[in-house]
């Protein structure tokens, strides 16, 4: 192996257990931190992620951080209502972990779907020929600023969708304003979705936040959601949680 190589390895592993030290120490102490404590360790984790990106090639000096400025920039400028869930969030009101995608829940008029993708696409985003439509009929769409990063977004639908862009919380992070979903709309989000990391988001999120949760407002959108979306699951998936939670 070259000297640059073993530079390069020994600077990877540094990295690697850097980031560990910091997961076990924040998972000790995340459920008593404060909000700007919260968002220091976020920050923290997703500059790691963006070392990993820049080692890999990209031209950009802070990819996950200018994509995040890019995208709220054209919400902002166009004045389109939204709201961030997901991974973002979730590593906000749980535990901190790192994510390479940014999940966007917006409303469009008409006449904006098309204007909001050329947007990302003069900003430096690729999108699908699909995108339109998909946007259109209320389906995810992934559009891509990096290899690595990526924004998913998806035209509100659901009553969930816009009581939580009303309800979202502005947070300073990154050096921006931007608005993310409370700790209850993204637990209802995440329960709808099921996956491992959901579960765990979920758990992790009940964990830090349970003293202040809106219990009570939680089982009103899951109930609506299994109403709308067809969910039948939602509701017995909540009442054994919150079983085994209070058991």
Same mark, same amino acid.
């Not at 995208?71 to 790192?98: C, F, K, M, S």
């Not at 998909?134 to 009553?159: C, H, N, W, Y």
């Not at 989000?189 to 988001?201: F, N, T, V």
């Given at each position: 192996?070259?000297?640059?190589?073993?530079?390069?390895?020994?600077?990877?592993?540094?990295?690697?257990?850097? !980031?560990?030290? +910091?997961?076990?120490?924040? *998972?000790?102490?995340?459920?008593?931190?404060?909000?700007? @404590?919260?968002?220091?360790?976020?920050?923290? +984790?997703?500059?790691?992620?963006? @070392?990993?990106?820049?080692?890999?090639?990209?031209?950009?000096?802070?990819?996950?951080?200018?994509?995040?400025?890019?995208?709220?920039?054209? +919400?902002?400028?166009? *004045?389109?209502?939204?709201?961030?869930?997901?991974?973002? =969030?979730?590593?906000?009101?749980?535990? /901190? *972990?790192?994510?390479?995608?940014?999940?966007?829940?917006?409303?469009?008029?008409?006449?904006?779907?098309?204007?909001?993708?050329?947007?990302?696409?003069?900003?430096?985003?690729?999108?699908? =020929?699909? /995108?339109?439509?998909?946007?259109?009929?209320?389906?995810?769409?992934?559009?891509?600023?990096?290899?690595?990063?990526?924004?998913?977004?998806?035209?509100?639908?659901?009553?969930?969708?816009? @009581?939580?862009?009303?309800?979202?919380?502005?947070?300073?992070?990154?050096?921006?304003?931007?608005?993310? /979903?409370?700790?209850?709309?993204?637990?209802? !989000?995440?329960?709808?979705?099921?996956?491992?990391?959901?579960?765990?988001?979920?758990?992790?999120? +009940?964990?830090?936040?349970?003293?202040?949760?809106?219990?009570? !407002?939680?089982?009103? /959108?899951?109930?609506?959601? =299994?109403?709308?979306?067809?969910?039948?699951?939602?509701?017995?998936?909540?009442?054994?949680?919150?079983?085994?939670?209070?058991?």
């Amino acid at each position: 192996m070259s000297l640059e190589g073993q530079e390069l390895r020994g600077r990877w592993q540094r990295m690697v257990a850097d !980031y560990r030290a +910091l997961r076990e120490a924040e *998972r000790r102490d995340l459920a008593g931190a404060t909000l700007p @404590e919260r968002i220091e360790i976020v920050e923290a +984790l997703q500059d790691f992620m963006e @070392e990993v990106e820049r080692m890999a090639g990209s031209s950009a000096a802070s990819p996950f951080r200018e994509m995040i400025r890019r995208l709220h920039h054209i +919400l902002e400028a166009n *004045r389109i209502p939204y709201v961030i869930i997901g991974g973002l =969030a979730a590593a906000l009101w749980g535990i /901190a *972990r790192t994510t390479v995608d940014v999940d966007v829940v917006l409303v469009l008029s008409s006449d904006q779907t098309s204007f909001l993708l050329d947007r990302l696409r003069e900003a430096g985003f690729r999108a699908s =020929a699909e /995108a339109f439509l998909r946007l259109r009929e209320g389906r995810p769409v992934k559009i891509f600023f990096t290899r690595r990063f990526s924004v998913d977004l998806r035209q509100a639908s659901f009553r969930l969708d816009r @009581e939580a862009i009303r309800r979202a919380r502005e947070v300073e992070l990154f050096g921006l304003t931007l608005r993310l /979903a409370t700790p209850e709309d993204l637990i209802v !989000y995440k329960l709808a979705r099921w996956e491992p990391i959901d579960e765990r988001d979920v758990r992790a999120v +009940l964990e830090s936040q349970r003293g202040s949760l809106d219990w009570t !407002y939680i089982e009103a /959108a899951v109930h609506d959601l =299994a109403q709308e979306a067809e969910l039948p699951e939602l509701p017995v998936r909540w009442s054994r949680l919150k079983e085994e939670i209070d058991g």
